[in-house]
């Protein structure tokens, strides 16, 4: 694993309808087979492992990373894009005060086995 620090960090703004500044303050360089955990300061985990053909961009959505205490939705932003959200349990509220800022919304909460299943169903059937 490779890490180099950005210092002083590339700083852009962000933000559809209330601006803020990002600050991009490093690089990450895997390995195929190699893993990073990023932390938070409330005990939240997220991991994305390197392997030769790609990565694991998140645990298991409805098992470790629930685990972690982080629920993935996706999410579909005003302009048609779509991303992964990993929000963080009991702050359910305030990424939802964030999307509604944002014009977004969530279009899927993938963080359950029903809901999984649910999708999958639903996929399946518009995949015949």
């Known amino acids: 694993m490779k890490i ?3 210092d002083p960090p590339r700083v852009f703004t962000v933000g559809n309808t209330v601006k ?5 303050c490093g690089r990450v360089e895997l390995e195929p087979d190699e893993q990073v955990t990023f932390v ?3 005990g939240a985990e997220y991991d994305v492992a390197r392997k030769s053909w790609g990565f694991y961009a998140t645990p298991s959505l409805n098992g470790r990373l ?3 205490n982080l629920r993935a939705a ?3 932003n005003p302009f048609g894009k779509y991303y992964v ?3 963080e349990k009991g702050k359910e509220q305030e990424a939802q005060h964030y999307l509604d800022q944002e ?3 969530i279009v899927w909460w993938l963080d359950t086995d029903a809901r999984m299943e649910a999708l999958d169903r639903a996929l399946a059937v518009t995949a015949e």
């Open 103 to 105: 014009g977004q919304r």
């Open 20 to 24: 803020h500044d990002m600050k991009d």
């Open 40 to 42: 938070t300061p409330d």
């Open 74 to 76: 996706l999410v579909r």
């Open 85 to 87: 959200f990993l929000v």
């Open 4 to 6: 180099a620090q950005i």
């Open 66 to 68: 629930a685990g972690f």
